[in-house]
């Protein structure tokens, strides 16, 4: 009986967390088709899709795996290199930017999806912090490794050069009269036809949200979550601890790849820099103050953080200070048992089953 008014509660959660989004997504429309957002505001709709997408995909390692990472930005990174080369590879043969878009994204979250696989190897035989300080590496090698890559095109296809040394240049390519340079190495991508767009973050964002809560409310997802709660006793089960983290862990980085291709192609100039340490940090702040395991909290976090800083503009140099003194007003909000209480007040029923339940 428990088990069933479980599932029901999933249900109606999963539920409400994709009303919100459609409504979310009327709304913001209508505002910006009427003239009432700003241009500034409008620039923040794709990297805010963007980086609700990642907060849902890391939340699922974090929250529903139970594993730290602190290299997730290096997955985005993958994403977005690979969807600039691929959309700029196949701007003269897919004239459609809607259908480019859609290859783009799905060869960035293949990459990564491949990427994740191959660091889960050795990493996820690995636990705790030293788990969290090899993704932190493996999300500073990729940055390094995109730094040395040049590459370019012309009618005879795609041309790499790695140059760890430096000493090589674009014109090393050896391009033709019509060729042109995809990937400047530290400079990044330079001339990205820009083809993001809201109404792609918006569909992302709900196809981000379907693969996941599908994925642990599935027999699969109970095992994840049988490995985060007890591990020992999940595996005296006979379930295959490796096999399980895994698969959490390939679906957790193919999600953010996507959502790195979707912010690439927002951009006309992107760079590596983007994708640091410190935007792993961002992310992982999005997933802990929004709830571990709650997708609809890292929606909102992400929602509110990221736009939080720029909303905060007119104040200077203070806006960060301000914005940090949020966060931290927050935290203390969302652990202090006062409020949690108040909450269970507001909620309709809620006493008197715990009463009954006594």
């Not at 910006?32 to 963007?50: D, E, F, I, N, T």
């Not at 674009?170 to 033709?176: C, I, M, P, T, V």
């Amino acid at each position: 009986m428990s088990k069933t008014k479980n599932i029901k509660k999933g249900s109606v959660r999963n539920i409400i967390t994709y009303a919100l989004v459609i409504v979310s997504f009327i709304l913001v429309t209508v505002f910006s088709k009427a003239g009432l957002l700003s241009r500034s505001a409008q620039g923040l709709l794709v990297p805010v899709c963007c980086y609700i997408v990642m907060a849902i995909s890391l939340n699922l390692t974090v929250g529903v795996l139970g594993e730290l990472s602190l290299g997730h930005a290096g997955f985005m990174s993958i994403g977005a290199f690979t969807g600039v080369i691929v959309s700029m590879s196949l701007q003269a043969a897919i004239p459609s930017t809607a259908l480019r878009l859609l290859v783009a994204i799905l060869s960035g979250m293949i990459t990564a999806a491949v990427a994740g696989f191959l660091i889960g190897i050795p990493v996820l035989k690995l636990r705790g912090d030293y788990l969290a300080i090899v993704t932190l590496a493996f999300g500073e090698i990729i940055k390094e490794l995109i730094n040395c890559l040049l590459v370019g095109i012309d009618e005879n296809g795609l041309h790499f050069i790695f140059n760890p040394t430096g000493t090589k240049s674009a014109d090393d390519l050896g391009l033709s009269e019509t060729g042109r340079v995809l990937i400047k190495g530290a400079q990044g991508a330079t001339g990205t036809q820009t083809i993001a767009n809201f109404t792609a973050g918006f569909i992302l964002i709900i196809v981000a949200l379907i693969i996941v809560l599908n994925f642990v409310n599935s027999r699969t997802g109970r095992a994840v979550l049988a490995i985060r709660d007890n591990r020992i006793a999940a595996e005296s089960c006979g379930i295959n601890i490796t096999k399980y983290k895994m698969i959490a862990f390939v679906i957790s980085a193919s999600i953010a790849g996507a959502a790195g291709a979707l912010y690439g192609m927002n951009y006309s100039n992107l760079t590596s820099a983007k994708f640091d340490f410190n935007t792993s940090i961002l992310i992982l702040v999005f997933v802990v103050l929004g709830g571990l395991g709650n997708m609809l909290g890292s929606i909102i976090a992400a929602t509110v953080l990221y736009v939080l800083p720029e909303a905060l503009r007119e104040f200077s140099d203070y806006r960060m200070l301000m914005y940090a003194i949020v966060l931290i007003l927050v935290m203390l909000a969302t652990n202090n048992p006062a409020v949690k209480n108040l909450f269970m007040k507001i909620i309709p029923g809620k006493k008197k089953k715990e009463g009954a339940a006594k």
